[in-house]
């Protein structure tokens, strides 16, 4: 019994738009009856984690296309014991999905997380908790059992781990505030770093700072000595007191500002090496020595009695204000003041770090002190009602509370406080404040402003002791992102068969055209306008993010293929337009699953069923699989036919909806009964004139994607008549070159489909002699292998079939073998070639080439046989190489 295939799922996927763990989970060492011993199992499994017979909220469905079996309730239990022992350490989810495979007691199994370790981890201690339920009931041999830990360590480490990797407090309410209104986030490393946005809208955020916060102003209120000076030059009320060297010297100027005083290191921050109200030498000796330990330099201020209030400002605005108190018990005069801090600490919203709204009371040195002054030590038991302080500061990260007082300050402290802030240049601050009453202004009652903070913690304006709970992350987000703002670019996502990568791009092409800077990923790298900033298969979602987080991306358009799909689910929460371009024969089937084109329908229908309820979904009206997506497109759909007849398109036209197909050689766009013409074939390169049928697809899906932006049609039609099919626009996807007198076309065609629409398009050209360079990928179908080969002898009168170093899990000779097999069942090819690696067998073919040929390359290592064929035919005597005139009109092509 193992799991195998674990994965994480960090985007919308094929279970669900949460983050899921997927894994294969195999149970075949497991023997159980059904129904009675799967009875046993499930009451045993209750037993060893009782929350299971309360745990309601989690929605476990099970798929399975057999008779109902007893192995697979074993996997709803691991499931549901996943998503259990999550929820019962805090980090609550709901969504679990079992699968049963083909193969008996093989399942593929989903749950959603939160963070990823934590369900990474749950998923262990599932299957340990279920290995332990089979074992007691003798279902299961070879566990050893006392290794297994009691559910109930499980929850607790499970818990620890969930408080010191999730988003603190502050930030987790920033991020909650921009995900209320439409803004996506990300989370840039395992500490605070978030972005906000997408490209060029974006903002960062560490904690409750924001990549607005000035550096100068941090370093400001980090020296608190400069700080007080500059209050103090805009009229300010702030304690006396100056810097010392030493611990007579604090004593020394104690005596000179007058006691009670406060000591504090010049640089601190969270109320570290904070005392306050101290009145005696031995009191100021010991609290040097403490802030000597958070900061070399040390401050000795006027104690002003009073309050401990913060207040919080953002953009210059009052948004919150709190009276923390320091942390504190009450007696009962029968526990001790340890048993008594023991118990307050068992209050759930009290934690460790900072994860949690208040923090656990320590008992240190510096708590005993302060027992000590008041006649204490943690073992003494206090009176009923006596109340007993552990600090002298109201810091919660040192323990304190606090109560919100927002509405009771005055316009005249609020307005302090902002000169304050305003004259340090933050633009997000926590600012303490002592006064008798908040109420009144400053300077009647002796009040000051005793410390500037950046990057406050919000903790006690989220979740006060007492009061009422403010807004705050919604007013730092309101700060970055206007009204009606949501931090995003343009975003389209192409998936399909065959045409992903031109549509792709032609989209991009579009944009440059407007302007824009044009983020842009697929299977030849990962590119910033024109610059490529990666190279190889680049069109997963790890390069989606990529784009999506560079500064300088205006638009991005983002080839999606299926195995980044279900590798780990999209780079992004939902796009402005998705793209099928179709779902062809034999690709990528009986692999990670997908059996039947259907399947593979279901992967790609991810960006679809990922669309803005605003945006659209342009959808091939010719393909049933890819025409059934419209019914999961939360926006509207588009979609698209070579003939403006198709029943499809009709049918929806008649609807009101929005079409776009050709007619007489034209693009023509239509809603309704409205119809219009965008631009003629004849002036569209990509196409040949409107002869390229696959061109003209990707042509009209490019233009129903850039409508559905709100793309004038005068841009359309002027980029479309800009962008053609070369080497450099849009390398191996028919780059058409002429050379002594024969035609060369290579292109990235690699299975099926793609070699019928090949044909179909060389049809359409002049030329003598058929040849063609090919392989077939080793980890095709036996069947798909074949089926191509058997459609290019029926297409070609030459092949040069060579096999690729890496063989992609086959035996040397294997791809060979059948492609030879698939061969001989075409009915027109007369001459096969065989050799081993791509460059050779190009040359081979080239090497045969003769005036009135069509050869046609199939690039694998798409860069490298570029160049090959370049630096071959510049290389022919008396040659003249060039790229084909695609401005032809239609009739020299027939001629």
């Known amino acids: 019994m193992e799991l195998a295939n674990v994965r994480a799922l960090r985007g919308p996927n094929v279970w669900s738009q949460a983050t899921v763990i997927e894994a294969t989970l195999d149970l075949r060492p497991v023997t159980m009856q059904f129904p009675l011993e799967l009875a046993k199992f499930r009451g045993r499994l209750t037993q060893l984690f009782p929350a299971l017979a309360t745990d309601d909220d989690a929605e476990v469905l099970a798929d399975t296309q057999q008779e109902r079996s007893a192995l697979l309730g074993v996997a709803e239990a691991v499931v549901r014991a996943a998503v259990g022992l999550q929820n019962a350490a805090g980090s609550l989810v709901s969504l679990g999905r079992v699968v049963e495979s083909k193969e008996s007691g093989l399942f593929r199994i989903a749950f959603e997380y939160r963070e990823e370790d934590v369900g990474r981890r749950a998923l262990k201690d599932a299957l340990a908790l279920t290995q332990r339920a089979l074992a007691a009931e003798g279902m299961l041999a070879g566990i050893a059992v006392a290794e297994i830990p009691a559910s109930s360590q499980m929850v607790d480490e499970l818990r620890s781990l969930d408080q010191q990797i999730r988003l603190g407090p502050s930030t987790n309410s920033i991020v909650q505030a921009a995900v209320a209104r439409g803004i996506p986030y990300r989370r840039l490393n395992t500490r605070s770093l978030v972005q906000l946005g997408y490209g060029s809208k974006q903002h960062r955020i560490l904690a409750a700072e924001t990549d607005r916060t000035s550096a100068v102003a941090e370093a400001i209120v980090q020296d608190k000595e400069l700080t007080k000076n500059l209050l103090e030059a805009v009229g300010v009320p702030v304690p006396k ?150 600090r002298r500061n109201a810091n919660l990260s040192t323990g304190g509370s606090a109560a919100d007082v927002t509405e009771l300050v005055h316009p005249e402290v609020a307005a302090r406080v902002i000169d304050a802030v305003r004259m340090v240049g933050l633009d997000i601050a926590g600012v303490d404040v002592v006064a008798t009453d908040i109420s009144r202004p400053l300077e009647q009652q002796g009040g000051v402003i005793v410390e500037i903070n950046a990057a406050p913690g919000l903790r006690m304006h989220l979740q006060p002791s007492a009061g009422q709970p403010r807004a705050v992350g919604e007013a730092i987000v309101a700060t970055m992102f206007p009204p009606g703002d949501n931090g995003r670019v343009p975003i389209v996502a192409v998936t399909g068969t065959n045409g992903k990568t031109t549509t792709t791009r032609l989209m991009a092409h579009i944009f440059r055209h407007l302007g824009k800077c044009v983020g842009m990923t697929c299977t030849d790298g990962v590119y910033i306008d024109d610059r490529r900033i990666d190279t190889g298969d680049c069109s997963g979602p790890r390069s989606a993010r990529t784009v999506l987080s560079n500064p300088t991306v205006e638009a991005a358009v983002l080839e999606t293929a299926r195995g980044g799909m279900l590798r780990e689910g999209l780079g992004f929460d939902r796009c402005d337009v998705a793209i099928v371009t179709n779902i062809g024969e034999g690709d990528h089937l009986g692999m990670a699953g997908i059996e039947t084109a259907e399947q593979l329908g279901r992967v790609k229908r991810i960006i679809v069923e990922n669309v803005s309820p605003e945006g659209h979904a342009v959808l091939n009206a010719e393909d049933p699989i890819t025409l059934a997506m419209a019914d999961y497109c939360p926006g509207k759909v588009i979609l698209f036919a070579k003939s403006g007849d198709h029943p499809a398109l009709r049918a929806h036209l008649a609807k009101g909806g929005k079409a776009v197909y050709t007619h007489q050689n034209w693009l023509m766009a239509a809603e309704g009964t409205w119809s219009a013409r965008v631009a003629s074939l004849e002036n569209v390169p990509l196409t040949f004139s409107g002869l390229i049928g696959f061109q003209v697809e990707n042509t009209l899906a490019t233009l129903a994607a850039a409508w559905g932006l709100g793309i004038p049609f005068e841009s359309i039609r002027a980029a479309l008549e800009t962008f053609s099919s070369d080497i450099r626009k849009a390398p191996a996807r028919f780059n058409v070159l002429e050379a002594a007198g024969a035609t060369l076309i290579i292109d990235y065609g690699h299975n099926s489909s793609a070699i019928v629409a090949l044909i179909e398009a060389i049809n359409q050209l002049p030329h003598g002699r058929r040849r063609i360079v090919y392989t077939a990928a080793g980890d095709r179908r036996d069947e798909d292998i074949v089926r191509q080969a058997e459609l290019i002898a029926s297409g070609f009168d030459e092949i040069v079939i060579y096999e690729d170093q890496c063989t992609r899990g086959r035996a040397d000779g294997e791809v060979i073998r059948l492609m030879r097999q698939g061969l001989s069942l075409g009915g027109r090819l007369s001459s096969i070639l065989e050799t081993r690696g791509e460059m050779i067998a190009i040359e081979m073919c080239l090497e045969r080439m003769e005036p009135g040929d069509l050869i046609l390359i199939q690039a694998d290592q798409v860069d490298e046989a570029i160049q090959f064929v370049q630096s071959y035919i510049s290389k022919l005597p008396l040659a003249v190489a060039t790229q084909a005139n695609p401005h032809r009109s239609r009739k020299s092509f027939e001629e």
């Open 241 to 390: 007191g100056r810097q010392v060297t030493d611990a007579e010297d604090a004593w020394a100027a104690a005596l000179e500002i007058g006691l009670p005083v406060v000591i504090k290191p010049k640089d601190g921050n969270q109320g570290r090496g904070v005392a306050v109200n101290l009145s005696t030498h031995e009191q100021v000796l010991s609290a040097f020595a403490a802030a000597r330990e958070e900061g070399r330099e040390i401050l000795v201020e006027k104690f002003a009695p009073g309050g401990d209030y913060r207040l919080l400002i953002i953009g210059y605005k009052l948004v919150a204000a709190a009276r923390r108190e320091p942390p504190q018990v009450v007696g009962d005069g029968r526990h001790s003041i340890r048993e008594l801090v023991r118990e307050v600490n068992l209050d759930p919203r009290r934690g460790e770090d900072h994860a949690t709204p208040l923090s656990k009371i320590p008992i240190d040195d510096i708590a005993c002190a302060v027992l000590a002054d008041q006649g204490l030590i943690p073992e003494s038991v206090p009176a009923a009602g006596q109340l007993v302080l552990l």
